[in-house]
């Protein structure tokens, strides 16, 4: 089930303590012309590629080490400039209860800006794996929330009124509950905090109006969205997640927030490699090759049910009747652990020019 996060996106809060302080009335705009549309490397990342995160607790022994695993890529080929912040799964600082202190960190609220033509990479984090029962806890000896996954939450705007989100959802995680040797990687792309209708319905039975308001106002989704990986271009470890941003699409969170068919994907086995996000695929011409086709000749042969129902070889699923496996139980869990973390956080952090990381050009990428 992915993140049910709105919530927790008020641009401020009204008291700035229940939530983070994350507002868009940003003063500093950062225009590209159409004419250097050309992607060059990000020289403000929260944290540079093959670095470890600072350590901000004395008890912690047992270290992140997601970025040894690899990285997080967005490229914005859109039209226009995309802002995000990237939450969860950072180092605490010390012990907290959630109901007192909250869940929040200060890297929560930093917001980026990835201009048009650009791109930002940051390290992966991984989600806290201590053992538990009952409500997740704060895990000492790595000094974060107990599974915790990362939301990037990316918007279009700096108007506060502006509240719809396109969010990259991950976890990079050793269940306890599993018997996994390794840190999986879980994955989903959600659109349900952008163009919401304003009646309940399904993937199934919403309106192509319904959709087509979500390709109006989902950042980077016109066009085209795209998970790929770089070290298994052929999708046999990570399923790749590609919508055209045109028709109909079951890869992406959209309306249901949990269906049989969940839209949540894991790496089958341990995958050391960079996560690559494409926004507004379309738009990025020579710099994009071929995704639709390779994405397509994957789909034509696997066997992960959600492929299955987008390249419509399966029915969709009868509400009720067939329950969620473990696998997919276990994606749920670990990716809505970020909401639930959030929507109790204490962040007094706010979002100004000053903590805005903008996406410079520094080479000309290859």
């Not at 799964?89 to 800006?113: F, K, Q, V």
């Not at 794996?129 to 929330?145: Q, R």
């Not at 319904?210 to 790929?228: E, N, Q, S």
Request: contains cysteine; glycine residues 8%; charged residues 15%.
């Amino acid at each position: 089930m992915a993140s049910q996060t709105t919530s927790s996106l008020a641009y401020p809060p009204a008291d700035n303590t229940t939530t983070p302080v994350i507002s868009m009335a940003l003063t500093t705009t950062f225009n590209s012309p159409a004419s250097t549309r050309s992607l060059s490397s990000s020289v403000i990342p929260t944290r540079e590629p093959g670095t470890p995160p600072a350590p901000k607790s004395g008890n912690l022994t047992t270290p992140d080490d997601g970025w040894k695993h690899g990285n997080v890529i967005i490229y914005n080929w859109c039209a226009y400039d995309v802002y995000f912040v990237s939450v969860g799964a950072h180092y605490l600082g010390g012990y907290r209860n959630g109901s007192a202190t909250g869940w929040g960190t200060p890297e929560d609220a930093i917001y980026h800006a990835i201009p048009s033509g650009k791109y930002y990479t940051e390290p992966f984090r991984a989600s806290a794996g201590c053992s538990y029962t009952g409500a997740p806890p704060y895990c000492l000896l790595e000094d974060k929330l107990a599974g915790q996954a990362v939301s990037i939450k990316i918007a279009r705007s700096n108007d506060t009124a502006d509240q719809n989100i396109t969010q990259l959802e991950y976890a990079l995680y050793q269940n306890p509950s599993t018997q996994d040797t390794f840190k999986r990687l879980y994955y989903d792309v959600s659109l349900l905090d952008c163009g919401a209708p304003d009646v309940a319905v399904t993937d199934f039975n919403a309106t192509e109006a319904m959709f087509a308001r979500k390709v109006k106002l989902c950042p980077g989704y016109a066009g085209g969205v795209a998970v790929t990986f770089s070290a298994d271009e052929g999708g046999e470890v990570c399923p790749p997640v590609y919508c055209d941003g045109q028709s109909r699409c079951f890869m992406v969170y959209t309306f249901d927030r949990t269906r049989r068919q969940e839209s949540s994907f894991t790496c089958d086995k341990e995958y050391r490699g960079d996560l690559r996000l494409d926004l507004c695929v379309e738009d990025g011409g020579e710099g994009v090759p071929g995704i639709a086709g390779k994405f397509s000749s994957w789909a034509q042969t696997a066997t992960h049910e959600v492929a299955m129902l987008q390249m419509n070889k399966t029915a969709p699923p009868l509400s009720g009747t067939t329950s969620l496996s473990v696998l997919q139980t276990v994606v749920s869990t670990v990716l809505q652990t970020v909401t639930l973390r959030i929507q109790t956080s204490t962040v007094v952090f706010a979002a100004t020019p000053s903590n805005v990381n903008t996406v410079v050009s520094s080479s000309t990428a290859a």
